[in-house]
């Protein structure tokens, strides 16, 4: 019926003019591979972040492994994360040998349930990740009091959360190791991409050693390996779109809340009642609002699959989940998890449902999305 209107999909970067004009120039300088876009990148990324010193990779994914590969985790450690994110959350872990735990979720915030998290922790335990589902943050004066309680190293899988805050500051501006992806679905993009805030330098030569091959270069033609490393630098072409997405990143986050807001007005306030879904925290004031996700009204199996379809069949729009429950993947299963250990997250990663949400969305496109919703939701 209104198949007509153009495709809505559920995520869209954002590139201006001045930025391709950017990535074209680095293209005709000579110089394609890391270098100075890269250093302004880093340079503009530790401003933002306070000051921290700030390293860039070619992925939000190898930015965790390396933070656990500094943090020294291993064979032998555990490393208590949750169930639903992108696996990338839980494959650092195994990668580095260490031992992936999962703690179940909270059932509203969606996030890591820190009570079930300090249960988890063994003598084993040595590294926690906590993951910031559609960029709201856990509590994060509880995490870090965990932390220093058992003496626990912290990653913070901040691949959404760039924008978001806790208490008026910047998640990445405090705590201990803090990643960020670049990705092209979320907030600001580099197309692929990530970074890695630390906390002093010599975590950060560290970081450019584990990005590069291990390698340390000295004077004219000097240079040793005395890590592992491998090749995770991030080219100049990202980093120039990187700088163009920086300039840009208040007014978006400001957009996002806007269309959130909207989000809300719309659905208004019986729509849970009306339909038994449920709808995100309206966490105005932490969340940079980076997906907009609802959980469907329970109606059996295949219910989020007739769900998406239908957006798409009947009214053109495009729909994600994120994310399908970790532990519930083939490889975790053969690893010993099994049906019925998290169950709050394994309700959530068959119900959820992220609705679009990007940079440049209109009120039009949010009251497109809601009547598709209420026309799929009214029983
Ligand atoms: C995007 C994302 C990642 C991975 O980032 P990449 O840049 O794709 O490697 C990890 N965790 C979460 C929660 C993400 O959203």
Request: net charge neutral; with cysteine; charged share 20%.
């Amino acid at each position: 019926m209104t198949a007509e209107l153009p495709f809505l999909p559920f995520s869209r970067p954002t590139i201006d003019e001045e930025t391709i004009a950017a990535v074209g120039e680095v293209l005709r300088s000579g110089w394609i591979t890391t270098g100075p876009k890269n250093q302004a990148f880093e340079a503009q990324l530790s401003e933002y972040f306070g000051g921290r010193p700030v390293r860039t990779f070619n992925s939000g994914t190898c930015t965790m492994e390396i933070a656990l590969r500094i943090a020294g985790i291993g064979p032998g450690d555990e490393v208590i994360t949750t169930p639903i994110s992108w696996v990338a959350t839980a494959n650092v872990i195994i990668e580095c040998g260490a031992t992936p735990v999962f703690a179940d979720i909270d059932e509203r915030t969606r996030n890591i349930d820190l009570d079930k998290l300090e249960a988890a922790i063994t003598p084993r335990t040595k590294a926690i990740i906590p993951v910031y589902l559609s960029g709201l943050p856990v509590d994060m004066d509880r995490l870090y009091a965990i932390a220093a309680k058992y003496k626990l190293r912290v990653v913070e899988d901040a691949a959404q959360a760039i924008g978001s805050q806790w208490k008026g500051k910047r998640i990445g501006s405090f705590g201990d190791f803090v990643s960020f992806s670049f990705q092209a679905n979320k907030n600001i993009t580099t197309a692929e991409g990530g970074c890695l805030v630390l906390n002093n330098l010599e975590e950060a030569r560290l970081a450019e050693k584990y990005r590069l091959q291990g390698v340390t270069r000295s004077g004219m033609d000097g240079i040793d390996v005395d890590v592992l490393g491998g090749k995770y630098n991030m080219s100049d072409m990202m980093a120039a779109i990187g700088l163009g997405q920086m300039k840009r990143l208040a007014e978006f986050t400001a957009h996002r809340a806007k269309v959130a807001e909207h989000y809300f007005k719309c659905f208004g306030p019986d729509f849970e009642a009306r339909t038994g879904a449920q709808l995100p925290i309206q966490a105005f004031g932490t969340s940079n609002w980076h997906l907009f996700q609802i959980i469907l009204p329970d109606r059996g199996p295949g219910t989020r699959a007739e769900f998406m379809t239908r957006m798409q069949k009947e009214f053109n729009i495009g729909t994600g989940y994120h994310y399908a429950p970790i532990h519930l993947f083939t490889m975790y299963r053969e690893r010993g998890f099994k049906d019925g250990q998290f169950p709050v997250a394994e309700k959530i990663g068959r119900l959820t449902v992220t609705l679009p949400m990007f940079n440049t969305m209109t009120s039009a496109d949010v009251e497109r999305v809601v009547a598709a919703v209420n026309g799929i939701l009214a029983k």
